[in-house]
């Protein structure tokens, strides 16, 4: 039996959507003399930001501390190393359930002090029938291509691939770095995000 003729194609997909959900990562950096003076200072400040995120309908189930940190800060003064204070950062995630509410947040938390937002990430809650999706244009995708090759070649393909491997994954994601933020209105836009799917073919020909 003579050793069979095959091919090997990878496929891609994509499919777009409107992000139906926001993650916010924000927080609070303080510095003061001593570590209880800087932790006062930030709890107070911290207690501020979420009591009127409160008030705007974020709830404390969706606020997740992520980081809290205490470090000593030093000057140098003519090479030498001065002792300046201790600085704490208190660093929050928010999941935002209506995309719309998002510049409010950030508004909200920089009006009672917020001093750091790290970013924003756009996001779909549930990204699996998308990724099906994507992953059946890939399969097309990767057909098509095997398709053209064995008609270039003038031979017989078997539409059926004898093996298929499936390249990538994930959750969709659509960020913003926080560096483009200003204390100011913050006019965000979610635009869309794509859902991508990769795939590898190995087809048979005669």
Same mark, same amino acid.
């Given at each position: &039996?003579?050793?069979?003729?095959?091919?090997? $194609?990878n496929?891609?997909?994509?499919?777009?959507? &409107?992000?139906?959900? !926001? =993650? #916010?990562?924000?927080? $609070?950096?303080?510095e !003061?003399? /001593?570590v209880s =003076?800087?932790?006062q $200072?930030?709890?107070d400040?911290?207690?501020?930001? #979420?009591?009127?995120?409160? =008030?705007?309908? #974020?709830? *404390?189930?969706?606020?997740?501390?992520?980081?809290?940190?205490?470090e000593?800060r030093?000057?140098?003064? @003519?090479? %030498?190393?001065?002792?300046?204070?201790? @600085?704490? /950062?208190?660093?929050?995630?928010?999941?935002?359930? *209506?995309?719309t509410? !998002?510049?409010?947040v950030?508004?909200? !938390?920089?009006a009672?002090?917020?001093?750091?937002i790290?970013?924003?990430q756009?996001? %779909?809650a549930?990204?699996?029938?998308?990724?099906?999706?994507?992953l059946?244009?890939?399969?097309? *995708?990767?057909?098509?291509?095997? &398709?053209? &090759?064995? @008609?270039?070649?003038?031979?017989?393909?078997n539409?059926?691939?004898?093996k298929?491997? =499936?390249?990538?994954g994930?959750?969709? $994601?659509?960020?913003? *770095?926080g560096?483009?933020?200003?204390?100011?209105?913050?006019?965000?836009?979610?635009?869309?995000?794509?859902?991508?799917?990769? %795939?590898?073919?190995v087809f048979?020909?005669?």
């Open positions: &039996m003579e050793d069979q003729l095959t091919l090997t $194609v496929g891609e997909g994509e499919v777009s959507v &409107m992000p139906d959900q !926001a =993650e #916010i990562t924000l927080g $609070v950096v303080t !003061a003399e /001593t =003076e800087s932790q $200072v930030n709890n400040i911290f207690t501020a930001v #979420i009591s009127a995120l409160n =008030e705007i309908g #974020i709830e *404390d189930s969706q606020i997740q501390t992520i980081t809290y940190r205490i000593p030093y000057d140098f003064v @003519e090479g %030498v190393q001065q002792f300046r204070g201790y @600085e704490v /950062t208190h660093m929050i995630n928010i999941k935002v359930e *209506d995309i509410q !998002a510049g409010a950030v508004d909200t !938390a920089v009672n002090g917020a001093n750091v790290q970013s924003i756009f996001t %779909v549930d990204s699996t029938d998308l990724y099906r999706q994507a059946q244009l890939a399969l097309e *995708d990767a057909k098509g291509k095997a &398709m053209a &090759m064995t @008609e270039t070649l003038n031979v017989t393909l539409e059926t691939p004898q298929i491997i =499936e390249r990538s994930g959750a969709p $994601v659509r960020m913003y *770095d560096a483009a933020f200003s204390t100011q209105a913050t006019p965000i836009q979610a635009g869309t995000i794509s859902v991508r799917a990769s %795939v590898e073919a048979s020909y005669q």
